[in-house]
T-cell receptor
Framework: AAGVIQSPRHLIKEKRETATLKCYPIPRHDTVYWYQQGPGQDPQFLISFYEKMQSDKGSIPDRFSAQQFSDYHSELNMSSLELGDSALYFC?????????????FGSGTQLSVL | DAKTTQPPSMDCAEGRAANLPCNHSTISGNEYVYWYRQIHSQGPQYIIHGLKNNETNEMASLIITEDRKSSTLILPHATLRDTAVYYCIVRVVDMRFGAGTRLTVKP
């Protein structure tokens, strides 16, 4: 079965650079979530999209932005990167239309800011 | 979303049942209880969810108290591969992770 695909798997950037993370949800899923997980921490909710519209916003820094495109894939754009942005970034997708939704997570993108 | 409280860590012997508790005393009537687990930096994995009735699937059972203020996730025969951090989440819409329980299954 198709799973959530995230790219790239690993990304190394310098401070003050920009980064773009991509997420391809499971086919027919209408909702995408982004999470940030620092070393030894629990996943922190950043932002979600339902049917290409922003659904909810968590602890996403103003330097970050995201969107969901017409094909339902999503991108997380990160600018002015800081050392503290080094983390594992997970994307999850779900089908919210049925009411009770289960999230399916990708394998994550490991971002290292040097 | 309602806040949940879970013990930070638990141990379980391989082959025995693992019972993971979760308190959610401020849960509202339309909030579901979800359980996910995360195995060592992999993406979290859905386990089970319920509203007020007990639920069972191929992975686990979920027991929700009648007042819905707490629940227990039961892994009936824990294996070493069940070692993970388990998260209990109550929600209506979006999924926010709190501090879960680190379950260690020992031989």
């Amino acid at each position: 079965a198709a799973g959530v695909i995230q790219s790239p798997r690993h990304l190394i950037k310098e401070k003050r650079e920009t980064a773009t993370l991509k997420c391809y949800p499971i086919p027919r899923h209408d909702t995408v979530y982004w999470y940030q997980q620092g070393p030894g921490q629990d996943p922190q909710f950043l932002i979600s999209f339902y049917e290409k519209m922003q659904s909810d916003k968590g602890s996403i820094p103003d330097r970050f932005s995201a969107q969901q495109f017409s094909d339902y894939h999503s991108e997380l754009n990160m600018s002015s990167l800081e050392l503290g942005d080094s983390a594992l970034y997970f994307c999850a997708s779900s089908y919210r239309g049925g009411g009770q939704e289960k999230l399916f997570f990708g394998s994550g993108t490991q971002l290292s800011v040097l | 979303d309602a806040k949940t409280t879970q013990p930070p860590s638990m141990d379980c012997a391989e082959g025995r049942a693992a019972n993971l508790p979760c308190n959610h005393s401020t849960i509202s009537g339309n909030e579901y209880v979800y359980w996910y687990r995360q195995i060592h930096s992999q993406g979290p994995q859905y386990i089970i969810h319920g509203l007020k009735n007990n639920e069972t699937n191929e992975m686990a059972s979920l027991i929700i108290t009648e007042d819905r203020k707490s629940s227990t996730l039961i892994l009936p025969h824990a294996t070493l591969r069940d070692t993970a951090v388990y998260y209990c989440i109550v929600r209506v819409v979006d999924m926010r992770f709190g501090a879960g329980t680190r379950l260690t299954v020992k031989p």
